[in-house]
């Protein structure tokens, strides 16, 4: 069976409670996944106490408003506060009731882009150490650490705490959508850059993520990237596992350069895209991701395992989640490691446990489903699929351009 069954959740964009974390965790259990991925930290808001840093949680868990409405249009904002995180006792609570279950949980703590909630903390690490408010506003941003020893220091205290939290084998730190470019607004790092001998600020990033290897490594951990991190220089990146969100020839590569890597592409498995395109769906940032397209998803020979994704920029409640995960969630356990050869089976075999949890199911008759049209923020043309996602790689493209240093 494949080593790495996996499912995201993104708890930074919205609040997810420990609660609702492990009431997902056994509804997964039953699809013998086996490692949950909890995406920590973002611009838009760090959910775990640190007791050796608590301006992380006091501050950056705190934003004073959200996006509400899609992240393609002028941004308009709902004027609400929105905060919350996970102490350590609802780590620990989460992590036993996970490994009962045979489940790890991942913490994902991201650098050196996605960092607006930690500057909002501790401006003193980021470029030309502006003040920063933790961001209501969905997409890429300008947020960047500076490659300084001092902020290693503080980033090897932050995650020798998230270490001792979690037990898992590996610990993620992002590496995605880093607009380098931006480190050449710094005099300070340009200045440092000189020093150095670098040229480009694709050298820097490299020095970056090589210098973070060393302390998630020196902690007994195995380090692992979105796809972004890896693409930037294959010859020359870290040894970190990827995690491929950009799809199959990125894998194949990193295969061929002897990685260890997680499928979770966005089609199909980011389910925070819509399941089609219909005033009858919630909001969604993308789409559609159909259950037809799960079910017809192959992963690559000699991937370490899958993962789909649950981002929350456009998802505020329980209810929602559980309506964008089941039943794909389902049918890609399924699809990738589950057995026999009719879905409908093995989904009715494990439907009541998961219905005896309270699980909310997309059901696939129209007239039976729950409508949550309600739950989405914001009104937007739904007919943008293709160009969406077109739009979504050419961005992730941009953050990996080469600044040419003069």
């Known amino acids: 069976m494949m080593r790495w069954r996996g499912a995201m959740l993104d708890i930074s964009r919205h609040y997810f409670d420990a609660d609702f974390i492990k009431k997902t965790i056994s509804s997964l259990a039953i699809f013998d996944y086996n490692t949950v991925h909890l995406h920590l930290t973002d611009d838009q808001g760090w959910r775990l ?32 506060e929105h905060s919350g995180y996970l102490t350590h006792e609802d780590v620990q609570k989460i992590i036993r009731h996970a490994t009962s279950l045979g489940i790890q949980v991942v913490p994902e703590i991201n650098i050196p882009g996605h960092t607006g909630a930690l500057l909002a903390a501790y401006p003193q690490f980021g470029i030309n150490q502006k003040h920063v408010e933790v961001s209501g506003r969905w ?172 981002w929350s920029e456009y998802i505020q409640s329980p209810i929602h989640a559980e309506y964008m995960m089941w039943p794909r969630a389902a049918a890609l356990a399924f699809r990738c490691w589950g057995d026999g050869d009719s879905f409908e089976d093995y989904f009715d075999q494990r439907r009541a446990k998961l219905e005896a949890l309270g699980v909310t199911i997309r059901d696939p008759d129209p007239l039976k489903r729950v409508d949550i049209t309600h739950l989405g923020i914001g009104e937007y043309n739904r007919g943008f699929d293709t160009a969406h996602m077109m739009q979504a790689l050419e961005k992730s493209a941009i953050a990996g351009e080469v600044a040419e240093f003069n």
């Open 49 to 80: 106490e640190s007791k050796v840093f608590p301006l992380l949680h006091e501050v950056g868990s705190i934003r004073k408003h959200s996006q509400n409405n899609h992240g393609q249009l002028e941004a308009t904002f709902d004027g609400i």
């Open 139 to 310: 997409g890429i941003s300008d947020y960047l650490l500076r490659p300084f020893p001092e902020t290693f220091e503080f980033l090897e205290k932050v995650f020798q705490e998230v270490a001792q939290l979690f037990p898992s084998e590996y610990i993620h730190v992002g590496g995605d959508e880093s607009l380098i470019n931006n480190w050449l607004l710094d005099p300070e790092v340009v200045a440092w850059m000189k020093s150095q001998g670098f040229t480009t600020t694709k050298e820097i990033f490299i020095f970056f993520m090589k210098e973070v290897e060393i302390i998630i490594n020196n902690l007994g951990k195995k380090m692992v990237t979105w796809d972004d991190a890896f693409a930037f220089d294959p010859e020359h990146a870290t040894q970190a596992a990827v995690m491929s969100w950009r799809g199959a020839a990125i894998a194949q590569i990193a295969l061929d350069y002897g990685r260890e890597v997680i499928q979770g592409p966005v089609f199909p498995t980011y389910f925070d895209y819509s399941q089609e395109v219909s005033s009858a769906e919630p909001l969604a940032i993308g789409g559609p991701v159909t259950f037809d397209d799960v079910l017809a998803f192959t992963p690559l020979p000699g991937a370490t395992g899958v993962q789909f994704q649950l």
